[in-house]
């Protein structure tokens, strides 16, 4: 489950410090970097490369946004690209919110995404290492296909003290993050 930070250009590895970890709300928007990310653009962040994809950029602005937990502007781009995965930032957004039934009607749109399959193992995996799950997050261990929605809700019950799987549910929704992220990244150049 590496992340390779480097791997984005230099423009995304300015914004994505290691050791990063979102909360499951709303967070505390990152004034350090806010001057940087009003000046990206989808020209600097893909310095030099062919972009073929202006949404996919768009969704890479949109996460840059979230990642430092501002929801408004994140919120602002990825309401208005009409894809899986712009759809799939808007969800994730509305779930940090929170505004739960939101999320779920973005995930609903989303429908199947290509990054579920790898997701679904990867949050498998993070599951198996974390003792004493409650009942609410026992279908992370069980799960063969990725079930947003069910998502959503254990995140809200994490964030509300009524499950103990809050660190779990950070982990895997970094990891989300991670893997979408690269996913519009290379969509955006990919020829």
């Given at each position: 489950?590496?992340?390779?930070?480097?791997?984005?250009?230099?423009a995304?590895a300015?914004?994505?410090?290691?050791g990063?970890v979102?909360?499951l709300?709303p967070g505390r928007?990152?004034?350090a970097?806010?001057?940087?990310?009003?000046?990206?653009?989808?020209d600097e962040?893909f310095?030099g490369q062919?972009i073929v994809?202006?949404?996919?950029a768009r969704?890479c602005?949109?996460?840059?946004?979230l990642y430092?937990?501002?929801?408004?502007?994140s919120h602002?781009?990825s309401q208005?690209?009409?894809?899986?995965?712009?759809s799939?930032?808007?969800?994730?957004?509305?779930?940090?919110?929170?505004?739960?039934?939101?999320?779920?009607?973005?995930f609903r749109?989303?429908?199947?995404h290509?990054?579920?399959?790898a997701?679904a193992a990867?949050?498998?995996?993070?599951?198996?290492?974390?003792?004493?799950?409650d009942r609410?997050?026992?279908?992370?261990?069980?799960q063969?296909e990725?079930?947003p929605?069910?998502?959503?809700?254990?995140c809200e019950?994490a964030?509300?003290?009524?499950?103990?799987?809050?660190s779990?549910?950070?982990a895997?929704?970094?990891?989300?993050?991670?893997?979408?992220?690269?996913?519009?990244?290379?969509?955006?150049?990919?020829g």
């Open positions: 489950m590496e992340f390779d930070r480097q791997a984005f250009g230099p995304a300015a914004l994505l410090p290691a990063h979102n909360d709300g928007p990152n004034s970097v806010r001057a940087s990310l009003e000046g990206l653009t989808v962040l310095a062919k994809d202006g949404a996919m969704c602005l949109s996460a840059l946004w430092h937990d501002y929801l408004d502007e602002a781009l208005e690209i009409e894809t899986p995965s712009g799939y930032w808007h969800g994730i957004m509305h779930r940090r919110e929170p505004d739960s039934s939101n999320a779920k009607y973005w749109r989303v429908r199947q290509e990054i579920f399959p997701l990867d949050a498998r995996q993070l599951a198996a290492k974390e003792p004493g799950l609410s997050a026992e279908f992370l261990r069980e063969t990725w079930a929605n069910a998502f959503v809700d254990l019950h964030r509300l003290g009524r499950s103990p799987a809050a779990l549910c950070q895997i929704q970094e990891r989300e993050w991670q893997l979408l992220f690269t996913h519009c990244f290379r969509g955006v150049v990919r």
